[in-house]
């Protein structure tokens, strides 16, 4: 009976800083993902605006965030907010003209494109890109 009892308290413990994660979105235009925190880190890569992490661990003033496909990396505090976004995570995804399937698609767009959330209307999400597109986009298709 001990074995389960471990195992339990070892997913408690694994996922217990997942529960405290905290949600927040690229607010600067580009910002550089680094490998650790500080700027004599090496560029991971780049995310533009509205780009939604999911922040894991705090060092000083930087953030260490997890995304919507698993990646890691670092990111200065000054480049984020509290802001409502979310991210495509399929490799098409329509934008319409309004919230359902019966209103004209304004656009498509591939995997991994970030958007800031206007509102929310049953599973359906009003969203803005950097560039000004707006349109709604199905809940399903979202991170």
């Known amino acids: 009976m ?7 308290l070892l997913v408690i413990i694994v996922f217990a800083g997942v529960a405290d994660a905290e949600r927040l979105t690229v ?3 580009v910002a550089n993902i680094r490998s650790g925190p500080g700027t004599n880190h ?9 780009f939604p992490i999911l922040v894991i661990q705090k060092s000083g003033e930087w953030y260490r965030f997890q995304d919507f496909e698993g990646d890691k990396g670092w990111v200065h505090q000054s480049l984020v907010g509290k802001i409502q976004a979310i991210i ?4 098409a995804c329509n934008i319409r003209s309004g919230p359902g399937t019966s209103h004209n ?3 498509s767009v591939e995997k991994g494109i970030p958007f800031k959330v206007l509102k929310r209307e049953g599973s359906w999400i009003h969203i803005e ?12 298709l979202v991170w």
């Open 129 to 140: 890109h950097s560039d000004g597109d707006k349109g709604w986009i199905h809940k399903s």
């Open 105 to 107: 698609i304004l656009f």
């Open 2 to 8: 001990k074995i389960p009892s471990i195992i339990i």
């Open 42 to 50: 090496n560029v991971l890569w780049k995310v533009e605006q509205y």
């Open 88 to 91: 495509t995570r399929n490799d």
């Open 27 to 29: 607010s600067a235009p």
